[in-house]
């Protein structure tokens, strides 16, 4: 079994860089505080810490905001139970290009996923009709 002391880069402090996930708190000062973000950094006795990047340029930051967007949304919609915010994080996700099936997307995950996900709890709550695409999901 893998203990922390039988890591030399954290049992020697040795610093050594990596890319590291760790919480924004203002390595990205124009992006959420709360987010994890993904930067250069290193890993010690004090676990990993990223270095200074500085504001990221719009065309990123809106990139970035709309993962973090999908994410908090997936948590909330397992938290709450809720099969819409599940959805509506799907419609966000990137990799669903047709916002239209995300519906179908969702279903077939849950469906792959049923030993992991009791369905029940992520039965539809009500229709959610998308302000901006102006399409129903039922």
């Known amino acids: 079994a893998f203990k922390v002391g039988d890591d030399p880069f954290i049992a020697y402090d040795l610093n050594n860089e990596f890319v ?10 124009n992006f959420e505080s709360r987010a994890i973000i993904e930067v250069a950094g290193t890993i010690g006795k004090d676990g990993a810490k990223g270095y200074p990047y500085g504001d ?4 990123y930051k809106g990139l970035m905001e709309g993962q973090y967007a999908y994410e908090q949304l997936t948590v909330e919609a397992f938290r709450e139970k809720s099969y819409t915010k599940a959805l509506k994080a799907l419609i966000l996700n990137r990799s669903v290009i047709d916002p239209s099936k995300a519906g179908a997307v ?13 369905l029940p709890i992520f ?5 959610f009709k998308d302000p901006v695409f102006q399409y129903n999901i039922v």
């Not at 590291?20 to 000062?29: D, F, H, K, S």
């Open 56 to 59: 990221i340029d719009p065309y």
């Open 106 to 118: 969702l279903d077939d995950l849950m469906e792959a996923n049923k030993d992991y996900w009791y």
């Open 20 to 29: 590291v996930l760790v919480r924004n708190e203002g390595i990205i000062p």
């Open 123 to 127: 039965q539809f709550q009500e229709p």
